[in-house]
């Protein structure tokens, strides 16, 4: 162990506290060699020098006669104070009685003014240092029995003392061997177990004796803080080389390694071989691949949206979720109709902000909690309608939209017209979004849904049509009411030609359909014009407006109810 310790190192730091120049002068000369020194020249100085950097310091000599603040009380301080009370203490005394009574109050060693012997003082110097190094690694048990490997306690105490005195950059390793729990079935436990001895045989042999450590985590999994390092798949070739060569072996047995590369300082040790597991553990099923590097930012996305599931039901609420309306208008008249609008959902999250829909729809659609969200939406929408119509006796159609899970849901009609009659409306009056690609998932399921709700009345418009890749056979047989082009088309028909050939194909479908289109993601004069040319009945978009809070999407009904 110390030798490791010793190897590749960054200089210990010791604090030599003395009123005289002259004896710090002396002392520094003898341990600068061997040392980074740094000097105090009372008791005062000295302890404002340890506060914030106490890690950093391996070794104290105190003089006990000093102005401001004497040694004695420096002494008192740091061994009643748990952030200081790791540092050894020599006292620095001519006085023969002194010794003992700082050796009671806590010094750790002595040594004699005047001095003469550097060698002596070098030698107790580094003999309480290396005492305390040891003190400090843990005293439970610092090996595993079974490989020789540190332990991990051990392993994780033993790198925060490296890392005191190394700043090379270093590498986390996770290492796993795959189905170990197969392997124990099939050999039994000792051949497991022989296998990982050979395992950690060859990492032991690979760290050789350089500053490299290894431990065995738990079970199968080993840890491994190697100097950074360009390529490991030598090392996992040379790992499993060495493993496969037990000779009851009748298959061949993979590892996986995960690499957290130059671990960040700034995290906790444990934290660096969590990652570097994270990766290990990203590779379960996947047979093409044996190494993983750690990927912060995916770390951090994962983190990001752990933190969005978790908040959605207090965001419910506390009604940090708002809906907005965007309208839709009719265009081929003389002037354009305020015809219908949509619901879309806004997320002003207490502390992240707003967030868009993009960011979290996509995110609860993979674990089914959009169905909440929906039905907060349809809730909303169902009650803004009929407020509308009591205050301005019009009303203004809203589309929701429908994400594919709400559709296999049993109870989806019952709670759609539970909201309906809740507010006094019809099924003309809300109308459902459903977006292409769902179609494609289990067209004959949703099919089936479809044609019930039609049945009772409901309107359903095709959302995003043209990215979900609908076979034209399934088009014919789809019960649809509007077609919504796919926004991107809109974007691009001006800017390209296979846009422009798309879109217009989009409306002979719907021409042969019979259903009208709703062009979305209309934001100026030009694509609205080459639209209306096209025969496109309603557009959604910036040019007419984005989506609004509901005080503000009332002053366009108001608008409407006075031009009509
Ligand atoms: P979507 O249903 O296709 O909604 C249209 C999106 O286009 C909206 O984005 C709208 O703000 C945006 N948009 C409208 N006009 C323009 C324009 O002229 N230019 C540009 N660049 N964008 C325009 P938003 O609100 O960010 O919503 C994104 C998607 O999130 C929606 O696409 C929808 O799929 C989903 N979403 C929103 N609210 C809900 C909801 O309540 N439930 C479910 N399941 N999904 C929702
Ligand atoms: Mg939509
Ligand atoms: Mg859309």
């Known amino acids: 162990m110390k030798n490791t310790l010793n190897k590749g190192l960054i200089k210990r730091r010791i604090l030599v506290v003395d009123d005289e120049m002259i004896n710090r002068e002396i002392l520094g000369n003898m341990l600068c060699d061997g040392y980074e020194v740094s000097y105090a020249s009372n008791g005062q100085e000295a302890l404002d020098l340890l506060r914030g950097t106490e890690e950093s310091f391996s070794l104290i000599l105190l003089d006990l006669m000093m102005p401001v603040m004497s040694g004695d009380e420096v002494l008192n301080i740091c061994r009643s104070d748990p952030r200081l009370s790791s540092i050894p203490i020599i006292v620095l005394t001519q006085d023969e009685d002194a010794e003992a009574s700082s050796i009671r109050s806590g010094a750790d060693d002595f040594i004699k003014k005047p001095y003469n012997l550097p060698e002596v003082i070098l030698a107790r110097c580094e003999r309480i240092i290396d005492l305390y190094e040891k003190k400090n690694l843990i005293d439970t048990t610092e090996r595993d029995t079974l490989t020789g490997l540190y332990s991990n306690d051990f392993f994780f105490e033993y790198i925060r003392q490296i890392g005191q005195y190394n700043s090379d950059p270093m590498d986390a390793i996770a290492m796993d061997i795959e189905n170990f729990h197969l392997i124990n079935e099939i050999y039994g436990r000792s051949g497991g177990d022989e296998i990982l001895k050979k395992a950690a045989d060859i990492i032991s042999a690979e760290l050789g004796d350089g500053t490299g450590i290894a431990c065995r985590s738990v079970a199968d999994t080993f840890y491994i803080y190697h100097p950074a390092k360009e390529d490991y798949d030598d090392l996992v070739g040379r790992i499993e080389k060495e493993i496969n060569s037990c000779s009851f072996l009748e298959a061949k047995i993979r590892i996986r390694i995960g690499i957290n590369k130059n671990v960040d300082m700034s995290e906790a040790v444990e934290q660096w071989f969590d990652h570097a597991k994270l990766a290990c553990d990203g590779m379960r099923r996947d047979y093409t691949r044996t190494l993983a590097y750690y990927d912060r930012e995916l770390n951090d996305r994962q983190l990001h949206q752990a933190r969005l599931i978790s908040d959605m039901d207090a965001s419910i609420a506390n009604h940090d979720f708002v809906v907005f309306y965007q309208p839709k208008y009719g265009v081929l008249g003389d002037r354009p109709v305020l015809r219908s609008a949509e619901a879309l959902i806004r997320w002003k999250h207490p502390e992240l902000g707003m967030i868009s829909p993009g960011s979290f729809i996509p995110l609860f659609e993979g674990n089914g909690l959009v169905q909440k969200l929906d039905r907060f939406v349809w809730e909303e929408a169902g009650a803004q309608i009929a407020a509308w119509k009591e205050q301005y006796k019009i009303t203004v159609p809203v589309s929701v939209n429908v994400s594919r899970i709400d559709i296999y849901d049993p109870r989806l009609e019952e709670i759609l017209f539970g909201i309906l009659e809740k507010n006094g409306l019809t099924t003309k009056e809300m109308l459902l979004e459903i977006t292409e690609s769902a179609y494609s998932d289990n067209a004959d399921r949703l099919i089936e849904v479809v044609n019930n709700l039609r049945a009772k009345g409901f309107r359903i418009e095709m959302d995003d049509f043209g990215s979900g890749y609908s076979s034209l056979n399934m088009l014919t047989t789809i019960p649809i009411d509007v077609l919504k082009m796919d926004m991107k088309f809109v974007s691009n028909m001006l800017k390209d030609e ?21 062009a979305e993601g209309v934001e100026d004069e030009a694509q609205l014009a080459k639209l209306k040319d096209m025969g496109c009945e309603i557009v959604q978009g910036y040019y007419f ?18 031009l009509a």
Request: net charge negative.
């Open 545 to 562: 407006s984005r989506p609004l809070p509901a005080e503000e999407f009332e002053e366009l009904i108001r608008k409407e109810a006075e």
């Open 498 to 518: 296979k846009s422009l050939k798309l879109c217009e194909l989009v409306m002979d479908i719907s021409r042969f359909l019979e259903v009208p289109v709703v």
